[in-house]
């Protein structure tokens, strides 16, 4: 059964996610840096957000985007939520195929430190919602 | 032959004789080249006990290309230098890249047995089919740069040398040899074999290429392993960022050593300092190559400024990054670049180096090295403690000079610990006398199994399960799934198979970067496609076991026991903090089934019908199993 019980959830607690990301001072300076448009495509439920680094300030779109993506990052919304939890191999993930990756990947690899720090903040951003019962699925 | 010259020559120092010997294609079939045809040669060499320690002239030091090494299909460099080594007592041998490999090929050898000792330096010159000693005297003393550019002022631009430096004259345990510039073969001391026969340097410069068998077949496949590599993830990152690249990614899952392999995280900000997307925004001045590759991981630096400057040169790659940087405290690469340039030019192992160095500042802190406080070896001992980069620095020249108790060092963690006694076996972290590469066997507990029952000691090429764990699988050979990384379930099978994989990837030539997009089908069919040789998957599978049970064998022949196929005390002791919290491989476990899949006993001796079913009789009658 998927972790997500339908796109909105998804968008509340994976957008929420990325929302942080985008207004916080460390990150929205180096993805305004790296003028990376990501669109990350999601099955199960099907959905799609957009994180617009090439406009300032950065614009986060939930659904779909008219935005050309430099970035392609496709995966199913388990996988999303297992790495926001910090319990994915990425690197076996995107070899393997549980996560692809289309675009630039260097660029991609450098903006990993920058968005870790979010590992610690998705179970706080779960309990704001009361769906604590998703942190440990 | 195709693929192969179908020659080597041994050259008897002692003597100064030299004779060739055709290779038997039989055996080069059964035994393909690299440190597979390597080890059988040993085998045939050994002899009754007593055997020849790895310093006395008798000793053998054989140099070996791959049927590969040389053609066009990428990462195939490869070359082995392999003997009986010096830190372990047991069977070594280092893999190297870059062009040496094609360059003996085209002098007219595919591979050197080097036994006796020379009575005063010589080098090695082999020129299209002739071999000749020349004096050294002249380069004994010099850095492995100087040689290297010595020597092709000497015989020309195309020269490709193979040297040590000051450490392997030293004897250094852990002594390297260095071809041209910054291409090492690091690792179990062969720098030292070298040395202690008295041989500076090897030249080898020709126009020969052994022919291919089917030309046709190679070109898809090259095709086929670009278009791959061009998609993986790894790869890009590889050649964007060095092996390097994966130090904070690798962090993440706790593959990375902090502290002596103590810690189990550090400050994010230090790691990031580390990576190589940092090297390449500070010191990275280009990118180099070994033959035939289109990955480019090898980096180039300079740093001007600061306290430690480095000619623009060969740069530090992930291994001496983490064994001088995280391994040690140290957040700043320009010093560990300064490191890595010392260790090239003495000609040392950066990963024993560097780990033999995290021992001592561990010692240091707790007060076992007190009585070497006024040895010399560095301007105060008591500033050798975790980040000192200054102080580390001043060591790796004292353990290339054997100065005060760079002496002590210079024999590797393990004999210092046995020196310092049964408080300093603690923190002690080698296998078989290596020190461990800087992949963290809790993160991956495949990886402890892997390390404890390398032939060569703590190697993380010996099984390829960091790259298994990094998505590469064999379904060819029944991995066909990933395996979660902190279970120890399931993980004796992958490091054999792992184990099988990758013996025969070092014996035809290939680089194993390059081989992440290599299937083991496609490796069937090139090594088929090159030689002639009508290889199957079954075929190439059982010299796979053949390969580990020889050097395996050739251990117990040396003196190994079961109890050498064992991990550290100190990483089987649970971390309390970082992605590998609370991690213990299950060592018992790994071993009982491993030892099942190899047919080895309790006392870590092979069943005589497994070794006959491999085509090692001769091994059985040896071992007298």
């Known amino acids: 059964m998927p972790v997500f019980k339908d796109a909105e959830q998804l968008y509340d607690c994976i957008g929420g996610v990325l929302d942080y990301l985008r207004t916080d001072e460390t990150v929205s300076v180096a993805f305004r840096k790296s003028g990376l448009v990501i669109r990350f495509k999601y099955s199960d439920p099907d959905s799609e957000i957009t994180l617009d680094g090439s406009q300032d300030p950065i614009t986060l779109t939930c659904g779909p985007c008219d935005r050309a993506p430099t970035v392609d ?43 870790t720090p979010a590992y610690k903040k998705y179970p706080d951003i779960l309990r704001e919602k009361g769906l604590d019962n998703l942190i440990n699925v | 032959m195709y693929g192969y010259v179908g020659r080597l020559l041994e050259i008897d120092l002692s003597s100064r004789a030299t004779r060739e010997i055709n290779l038997d294609p039989e055996l080069a079939r059964a035994y393909i080249g690299g440190s597979g045809l390597a080890a059988r040669l040993y085998l045939d060499r050994l002899g009754a006990p007593p055997h020849p320690g790895p310093l006395d002239p008798a000793a053998p030091l054989i140099v070996m290309t791959g049927p590969v090494a040389g053609h066009l299909l990428p990462g195939t460099s490869r070359f082995a230098i392999c003997g009986r080594s010096p830190q372990s007592g047991f069977w070594g041998e280092a893999s190297c890249g870059g062009f040496f490999a094609p360059a003996l090929k085209a002098a007219g050898y595919d591979g050197l047995i080097i036994v006796g000792a020379a009575a005063a330096p010589v080098y090695l010159l082999v020129e299209n089919g002739t071999a000749e000693l020349r004096d050294a005297a002249e380069l004994w003393g010099s850095d492995t740069y100087a040689t290297h550019d010595a020597l092709t002022a000497r015989h020309g631009a195309a020269a490709r040398t193979l040297s040590i ?52 077949a190679l070109k898809p496949l090259r095709e086929a392993v670009l278009a791959k590599q061009g998609e993986n993830l790894t790869s890009q990152t590889i050649q964007a ?25 550090w400050d994010d900000a230090a790691i990031q300092a580390l990576d190589g997307a940092t090297m390449a925004e500070t010191i990275l001045t280009g990118s180099g190559t070994c033959h035939s590759c289109s990955v480019a991981c090898k980096r180039e630096v300079a740093v001007s400024d600061g306290p430690h400057p480095v000619a623009q040169g060969p740069g530090p790659e992930y291994e001496t990054v983490a064994a001088f940087g995280s391994l040690a405290l140290v957040s700043d690469l320009k010093a560990i670049a300064a490191a890595n340039e010392r260790c090239n030019r003495y000609g040392l192992d950066t990963i024993s180096c560097g780990a033999t160095i995290a021992f001592a500042i561990e010692a240091v802190e707790r007060g076992l090295l007190d009585e070497f406080a006024s040895s010399g070896a560095i301007s105060s001992l008591s500033a050798l403690t975790w980040g000192n980069s200054a102080a580390i620095l001043e060591m790796v020249d004292a353990i290339a000079t054997r100065r005060g108790l760079g002496d002590l060092l210079a024999e590797g963690s393990a004999a210092a610990a046995a020196r310092l006694g049964p408080a300093a076996a603690e923190f002690d972290v080698t296998v078989k006398g290596l ?26 090429n010996a099984a390829n399960v960091y790259l298994m764990m990094g998505g590469v699988l064999y379904p060819e050979l029944g991995i066909e799934e990933g395996l979660p990384e902190q279970s120890s379930e399931g993980k004796a099978f992958l490091s054999a198979v792992g184990q099988d994989v990758a013996c025969v990837q070092n014996a035809a ?37 053949r390969l580990w049970q020889l050097k ?49 006993d309790a006392t870590g001796r092979p069943a005589r019908g497994r070794l006959e079913r491999v085509g090692l009789g001769a091994l059985a009658d040896a071992l007298q199993v």
């Not at chain 2, 340097?201 to 030309?215: D, S």
């Not at chain 2, 079961?562 to 213990?584: F, H, M, N």
């Open chain 2, 509 to 545: 030539s290939f680089c194993m970067l390059n081989s992440l997009n290599l299937s083991v089908t496609e490796l069937v069919e090139a090594l088929a496609a090159i030689t002639g040789f009508p290889y199957t998957l079954e075929e190439i599978s059982q010299i796979g076991q």
């Open chain 2, 435 to 460: 020190e461990l590469a800087m992949h963290s066997p809790r993160a991956y507990h495949g990886l402890a199994i892997g390390y404890a029952t390398a032939p060569r000691g703590a190697c993380h």
């Open chain 2, 165 to 216: 430096g000051q450490a392997g004259e030293n004897l250094v345990r852990y002594a390297a040899i260095v071809h041209d510039k910054g291409h090492v073969a690091g690792r179990t001391g062969m720098g030292a074999v070298m040395g202690s026969k008295r041989l500076k340097a090897i030249v080898a410069l020709g126009r020969g290429k052994p022919p291919v068998a089917a030309p046709p």
């Open chain 2, 241 to 265: 960022y060095g092996t390097d690249g994966a130090m904070y990614v690798g962090s993440l899952m706790g593959d990375v050593p902090f502290r002596n392999w103590s810690m189990g995280e």
């Open chain 2, 552 to 600: 395996h064998g050739i251990n117990l022949l040396l003196g190994a026991t079961a109890a050498d196929d064992r991990l550290p005390p100190r990483l089987l002791q649970p971390l309390a903090d970082g992605p590998t919290a609370g991690s213990v491989p299950d060592m018992a476990l790994m071993l009982r089934e491993f030892y099942a899949l190899r047919d080895l």
């Open chain 1, 73 to 115: 990052m496709t995966m199913s919304a388990d996988t999303a939520h297992q790495f926001w939890l910090g319990k994915v191999n990425l690197v076996a993930a995107l070899t393997r195929g549980a996560m692809k990756a289309k675009g630039p990947i260097p660029a991609i690899m450098k903006l990993l430190p920058v968005i």
